[in-house]
């Protein structure tokens, strides 16, 4: 069986998903337009506002989410919610994926990459991935590699090496992105140089493209290895269960900042911009269709009568995945997008997922088409 149809059958291996939604403040276009507020923030949903009549749209649907962040929320709470279990988790040898979806100018890339005064993700797990490794004082070695990928028109290119192509080729079970360089980063001031280098390539790749709105997906990728030197290399099932560390662990993290998931009838696009948007959508409706296969039983009621192939609202996939128990279904659609070809090995089996959504409550539509 070719692993783009993975047999994951086993209730054991289950993967965990978490959904935030985060609210960015408004922006100086929004402030200055008289923006009004078109969603009230819960503690864990949003609900449609009536600026007009100044309450909730009555009978409007809503979702629960593991997260709401406010407009005054620090990325440092998101990252402690939603980042830091993963990051705990990749040591102990487990695949994790973050993912920030939205439209453009929603705060992706403020989330990931941060600005001056609001430090983002990728800092942020910095600083924690170099204090867990100094606080381990086992004589464990890390090693850890740092590679930035961008998927663009379903075309993967190394960002740090000259847009060189990248071949999704298939090893030992793994998907593993042939051509990449990867830095090794062996303390935080690598870190920070090699992150320097990553904001300059990824912003000449945001603007080579069009300035206006991002169209293709960046994908840091971060894979921590780490070995007891001092152990036999063996491994066995009490040390699975137990709080330590196996001799060897692997763990592969993407940090994905997706491409603007605003609709073909927002962008109004011809030609180009309408071939990518074309494959955006694709691309963001075969990862909500793999959250859902995922986390999907045989059959199950409330996906009943949905059609899945052009329901791309990614939140609300997760949603569903989030209060599902029960096992797989047998083949999982890995294969239909590079995106998701990509993170296969970090989406599936004892994966851990995180998805946060970015939004405005200063408009109606992107929100709504973000979220429900
Ligand atoms: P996206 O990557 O989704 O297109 P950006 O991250 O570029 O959006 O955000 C759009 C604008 O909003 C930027 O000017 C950014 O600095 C600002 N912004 C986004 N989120 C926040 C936030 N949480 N706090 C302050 N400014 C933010
Ligand atoms: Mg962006």
């Excluded at 008289?34 to 923030?41: E, L, N, R, V």
């Excluded at 663009?152 to 793994?174: A, F, H």
């Excluded at 699975?240 to 997706?258: C, G, I, K, M």
């Amino acid at each position: 069986m070719e692993t783009g149809e993975l047999d994951i059958s086993s209730p054991s291996e289950m993967t965990k998903v978490s959904v935030a939604v985060r609210v960015r403040p408004l922006i100086e276009r929004e402030k200055k337009g008289d923006a009004q507020i078109h969603w009230q923030i819960g503690p864990q949903d949003l609900r449609p506002f009536d600026p007009e009549a100044k309450r909730i749209v009555p009978n409007s649907s809503t979702y629960t989410y593991d997260h709401v962040f406010t407009q005054s929320t620090q990325t440092q709470q998101v990252y402690d919610k939603v980042v830091s279990p993963i990051v705990k988790q990749a040591f102990k040898g487990f695949n994790g994926t973050i993912l920030c979806y939205g439209q453009t100018s929603s705060g992706k890339t403020h989330t990931l990459y941060g600005s001056n005064d609001d430090k983002g993700i990728i800092l942020l797990f910095a600083d924690h991935l170099f204090q867990q490794i100094k606080a381990d004082e086992t004589g464990r070695q890390y090693i850890i590699k740092v590679g930035l990928i961008e998927i663009y028109n379903e075309k993967v290119s190394d960002l740090l090496n000259s847009y060189n192509p990248i071949e999704l080729q298939e090893r030992d079970g793994s998907i593993v992105p042939h051509g990449l360089e990867e830095l090794t980063v062996f303390d935080i001031d690598d870190w920070k140089k090699v992150t320097e280098r990553v904001q300059r390539e990824r912003k000449i790749g945001e603007t080579r493209m069009n300035k206006e709105s991002s169209r293709s997906h960046t994908i840091l990728r971060v894979t921590i290895e780490s070995f007891d030197l001092t152990s036999n290399g063996s491994f066995d099932e009490a040390q699975e269960n137990s709080e330590q560390s196996p001799p060897l662990t692997t763990a592969v993290l993407h940090f994905v900042d997706l491409a603007g998931s605003e609709k073909q009838s927002q962008t109004g696009a011809e030609g180009e911009r309408f071939r990518e948007q074309v494959n955006i959508n694709m691309s963001l409706s075969v990862l909500s269709r793999v959250i859902q296969q995922l986390s999907e039983q045989a059959s199950v009621s409330s996906f009943e009568g949905r059609s899945s192939s052009n329901d791309h609202s990614l939140a609300k996939a997760m949603v569903n995945s989030m209060v599902r128990t029960a096992p797989r279904p047998r083949f999982i659609n890995f294969r239909d997008s590079k995106l998701t070809r990509l993170l296969q090995n970090s989406l599936n089996g004892n994966a851990y997922i995180s998805m946060v959504c970015n939004v405005t409550i200063a408009s109606f539509e992107e929100t709504k088409s973000t979220l429900l």
